[in-house]
């Protein structure tokens, strides 16, 4: 009964603020940059008629996953490495450190320079920030193991392949989870910001159109299609962590919720 109610309110609220939003729209009690949600509506099939927005979509999708996948990937190779051997942990600390507080759209005319104006220059910029949260949460995770655990695999004989794959990475699955989640963010923030530079098709593209031509109901299009792309990302990532972290979540208020 909670659950239907939670249910209903969570629908309730978006469905109100809309209409409240078109009919204020309608009666001139808003900004006239404000679209209304039915000019949002007719932007986005304005574009989606054209195939414009469909060939946005696909360099868009293709950039942010492919640079969401190599960053994740060196993110927890590095970061689990981190956490086992001192001497990894030694090198990356200094470097990450350093190198993690700079916003990573600083290096895009340096990217730009090496891989061109392509695919290539927008991936590697979202891999390359990518992996520094990933790194943080799995060198984090290895080392907030409780060694117990590791131990008691040890002490009954566990070759360490075995050990590490059977008692590290899952307990550290949780955290590191945690990290891709703020890497998933990450690579939708950079990919807005690299798609500005020198690209030709995207879904930031489509927003810098509408800005540059006054049409505020095509930016709010644009905005609506990137919401709408990182919310789908960000649910296929929970179901893939429910799925993997499902026998961890048995009791927790998680897996209730």
């Given at each position: 009964m909670r659950t239907r109610r939670t249910l209903?309110?969570?629908?309730?609220?978006?469905?109100?603020?809309?209409?409240?939003?078109?009919?204020?729209?309608?009666?001139?009690?808003?900004?006239?940059?404000?679209?209304?949600?039915?000019?949002?509506?007719?932007?986005?099939?304005?574009?989606?008629?054209?195939?414009?927005?469909?060939g946005a979509l696909a360099a868009s999708i293709w950039r942010v996953s492919a640079g969401f996948a190599l960053g994740t990937a060196a993110g927890v190779v590095v970061g689990l490495?981190?956490?086992?051997?001192?001497?990894?942990?030694?090198?990356?600390?200094?470097?990450?450190?350093?190198?993690?507080?700079?916003?990573?759209?600083?290096?895009?005319?340096?990217?730009?320079?090496?891989f061109?104006?392509?695919?290539?220059?927008?991936?590697?910029?979202?891999?390359?920030s990518v992996f520094f949260p990933v790194f943080v949460a799995a060198r984090h995770a290895v080392l907030s193991i409780?060694?117990?655990?590791?131990?008691?695999?040890?002490?009954?004989?566990?070759?360490?392949?075995t050990v590490f794959f059977r008692v590290i990475v899952p307990a550290a699955a949780p955290e590191l989870f945690s990290g891709i989640r703020i890497g998933l963010a990450h690579a939708?923030?950079?990919?807005?910001?690299?798609?500005?530079?020198?690209?030709?098709v995207g879904l930031a593209n489509i927003i810098s159109y509408g800005e540059e031509w006054v049409r505020f109901d095509l930016m709010f299009a644009g905005i609506v299609c990137f919401a709408a792309l990182g919310f789908l990302a960000d649910r296929i990532l929970m179901a893939v962590r429910?799925?993997?972290?499902?026998?961890?979540?048995?009791?927790?208020e998680e897996q209730a919720a």
């Open positions: 209903v309110l969570n629908w309730t609220i978006p469905v109100v603020t809309l209409v409240a939003w078109e009919v204020l729209g309608r009666l001139g009690a808003l900004p006239q940059y404000l679209s209304v949600p039915s000019e949002i509506a007719a932007a986005f099939w304005e574009i989606a008629v054209s195939g414009e927005l469909w490495g981190a956490g086992l051997v001192p001497s990894v942990r030694r090198f990356f600390d200094p470097l990450v450190s350093f190198l993690f507080p700079i916003p990573k759209i600083a290096f895009l005319p340096v990217v730009l320079l090496l061109g104006l392509g695919h290539a220059s927008k991936i590697s910029i979202i891999a390359f409780n060694p117990l655990l590791v131990w008691a695999a040890r002490n009954m004989g566990t070759p360490p392949p939708f923030i950079v990919l807005f910001a690299a798609e500005l530079t020198g690209s030709k429910r799925r993997v972290l499902r026998g961890q979540l048995i009791g927790t």
